[in-house]
Nanobody, 117 residues
Framework: QVQLVESGGGLVQPGGSLKLSCVGS????????MRWYRQAPGEEREFLAA????????MYVDSVKGRFSISRDNAKNTVYLQMNNLKPEDTAVYSC??????????WGQGTQVTVSS
C-alpha cells in the first residue's frame, strides 16, 4: 500500500521557520521525483519545489526561491521542505507528491502551515 505522510506543519510567526517532512512507503522512493505543493483556501494548488530521485537536481517556483529548500534522504524514504522567513501569504495546506515520469503519481494528505502573529 502506497503512503505519503507529511508532518512538521503548525503555527509560526512571520519571519519564522518550519521544516516539513514527507515519508513515503509502498513504492521505490528513490525512483520518484518528489515535489511539494500547497493550497490556500479558495485557491488552486500551487507547485513549490521538486527534487529528482538522486537528489542532484532541484527546482523552485519563483515565489519561494531563496526562502524554501527541498532535500531528500533516500535511506529514510523522506523528502523535506525547509521554509525560512515565512510570510502570512505562505499559509496553506502543504502536500508532497511522488511522480514517476508522469506515469504514476501519489499524494500525501497534507499538513497545515499557518503564519500569523
Amino acid at each position: 500500500q502506497v503512503q505519503l505522510v507529511e508532518s512538521g506543519g503548525g503555527l509560526v510567526q512571520p519571519g519564522g521557520s518550519l521544516k516539513l517532512s514527507c515519508v513515503g512507503s509502498g513504492f521505490i522512493f528513490s525512483n520518484y521525483e518528489m515535489r511539494w505543493y500547497r493550497q490556500a483556501p479558495g485557491e488552486e494548488r500551487e507547485f513549490l519545489a521538486a527534487i529528482e530521485g538522486t537528489g542532484g537536481k532541484v527546482m523552485y517556483v519563483d515565489s519561494v526561491k531563496g526562502r524554501f529548500s527541498i532535500s531528500r534522504d533516500n535511506a529514510k524514504n523522506t523528502v523535506y521542505l525547509q521554509m525560512n522567513n515565512l510570510k502570512p501569504e505562505d499559509t496553506a495546506v502543504y502536500s508532497c507528491n511522488a511522480d514517476y515520469f508522469g506515469v504514476r503519481r501519489y499524494w500525501g494528505q497534507g499538513t497545515q502551515v499557518t503564519v500569523s502573529s
